[in-house]
């Protein structure tokens, strides 16, 4: 199920681009974490990234972030500081389970419904990673607007 009307909106964001294959994912994960903690900063919500390309080559551009508690930080480590991240005007398609399996279906889940209400894509799509210890689901969202 495709729902309307979403957004990102997060105080105080870092964030690190990375060129990585899709198999050496986790690794840019834990590589971005890493860099994080140990320029001193608190996580303060959910990780997210964007994908910046379409992986034909298997090779991802992702740019990772994560909110965190620190009201400024002056930059190290290849870490970009945002004081506010906002996109809103987005749809959005929610999974928990088989990561792969899911993600293929949750694109194409999105497409279609951008197809059949005449909407066009305006930002990378952007995988949120939620939950709790109990429960961890992921949210596909992708920016978007009237087709003119």
């Known amino acids: 199920m495709v729902i309307e009307d979403e957004k990102i909106a997060y105080k105080n964001v870092v964030s690190q681009s990375y060129w990585v294959h899709y198999t050496d994912f986790d690794k840019a994960l834990k590589d971005f974490i890493n860099n994080v903690l140990s320029e001193g900063l608190t996580l303060a919500g959910n990780l997210f990234y964007s994908l910046n390309n379409v992986p034909i080559d298997e090779n991802m551009h992702v740019e990772i972030f ?6 400024w930080y002056s930059g190290g480590s290849g870490l970009t500081f945002r004081s506010y ?10 999974y928990t389970g088989d990561y792969q399996k899911l993600t293929e279906f949750a694109y194409a889940e999105i497409l279609r419904h951008m197809d059949e209400e005449n909407l066009e894509q305006i930002t990378p799509f952007f995988h949120e990673l939620a939950g709790d210890r109990s429960l961890q689901y992921t949210q596909l969202k992708v920016g978007v607007r009237e087709k003119i």
């Open 66 to 71: 994560v909110p965190v508690r620190e009201e």
């Open 85 to 94: 991240f906002l996109i809103d005007q987005m749809i959005m398609s929610r």
